[in-house]
């Protein structure tokens, strides 16, 4: 069984191997502490909140993990291109596709 040192020894090694190690930590404090609601970041123009765990949570800890995916996104959408997105995260892809398309239906 893990003792409390040993989960604590874990997490900050994990931390400090992110791109952001502060910003990493800091995201699993405010997740614990329950105070994620308090932050609220821009991404492609649309204001996105924290929230305690998974993808928003690590988007905000490391801004640059998706990059690679949306300069490919940028670089085949244009005005008039159809998108559906069928993942299961918030649609930070899909929002970047909006302000490409120009047209979005639900």
């Keep these: 069984m893990k003792t409390l040192i040993d989960k604590v020894a874990f997490n900050w090694r994990h931390h400090l191997q992110q791109t952001h ?21 821009r991404r492609h123009g649309s204001l ?11 988007l905000w800890a490391d801004p640059v993990s998706i990059l690679d995916g949306e300069l490919f996104l940028a670089s085949i959408l244009w005005p008039g ?18 302000r ?3 047209t979005w239906v639900l």
């Design 48 to 58: 996105l909140q924290l929230r305690s765990a998974g993808f928003p949570r690590n």
């Design 81 to 98: 291109d159809t998108v559906v997105d069928v993942g299961e995260n918030i649609g930070i892809l899909s929002l970047l596709a909006l």
């Design 21 to 41: 190690p502060s910003r990493s930590m800091m995201a699993f404090a405010l997740a614990k502490a329950g105070f994620c609601s308090l932050v609220r970041y």
């Design 100 to 102: 490409r398309v120009e």
